[in-house]
């Protein structure tokens, strides 16, 4: 079963990150990760156009709710999260269907 790993590099335990959450999927090959920049969404795309969004602390493994989204029938080549005005955060999923756009209010 594949699964992702997020390591803090500001965390050292003798010279090693720590690792600050684990997340397994089973739906799919996942093809990409996205991380926004204050830690609080996580997306992992896969390789049939899904998306699964974690909100929530993503340092301290507390999710407080999922989102899964589906972006076309190709898989995602690359996340990237952007802090625009205030709470609201962009988020851009790229795949070979094209490039999509999701906005998020916290």
Known sequence: MPEFKVWNLNKLNRSVPACARTTKTNIQRPT????SEN???LA????????????????????????????????????????????????????DSGVYLYTIHT
């Open 39 to 41: 830690g609080q969404h």
């Open 44 to 95: 992992i795309g896969f390789e049939r156009g899904n998306l699964t969004i974690y909100f929530g602390d993503i340092s301290r493994e507390k999710t407080k709710s999922i989102k899964n989204l589906t972006f076309g029938n190709t898989a995602i080549k690359g996340i990237v999260f952007k802090q625009v005005v205030g709470k609201i955060v962009h988020m851009f999923a790229c795949s």
């Open 32 to 35: 990409a990760l996205g991380v």
